[in-house]
């Protein structure tokens, strides 16, 4: 396994919840990381990034302020923080590894993914 996500569960709408994903080293020391979420009936949406050294993050507008995308590269460990959470925040989230150092927006620019953890977020 390279890409291993957890800590998805059902919250109530304001809760909290910290995804990780565990990386392979190999995998992980030089490439460009991020969160994807796939609600029912529809696409993998991008949901945050980051570049190989966490020097250059981005967000998805509707999470911007609530979600914090962090790394540990010693423990090769990726991590989103999830604050403030809502319903419309349900859905699978994988994490995904980037052909590059960089952290795109586009799903086809990253070559491995994690198996994905259920967030529920109820209202």
């Known amino acids: 396994v390279q890409l291993q996500a957890s800590g998805g569960g059902l919250v109530q709408t304001g809760d909290s919840l910290r995804l990780s994903c565990a990386a392979s080293r190999r995998l992980f020391s030089n490439n460009g990381m991020a969160w994807f979420r796939q609600a029912p009936g529809e696409e993998r949406e991008f949901v945050a990034g980051?570049?190989?050294?966490?020097?250059?993050?981005s967000y998805k507008d509707s999470v911007k302020a609530r979600f914090t995308i962090s790394r540990d590269n010693p423990k090769n460990m990726l991590y989103l923080q999830m604050n403030s959470l809502k319903p419309e925040d349900t859905g699978v989230y994988y994490c995904a590894a980037a052909r590059r150092a960089i952290a795109s927006r586009q799903a086809p620019d990253y070559n491995y993914w994690g198996q994905g953890t259920q967030v529920t977020v109820s209202s």
């Open positions: 980051i570049d190989w050294r966490g020097g250059t993050i």
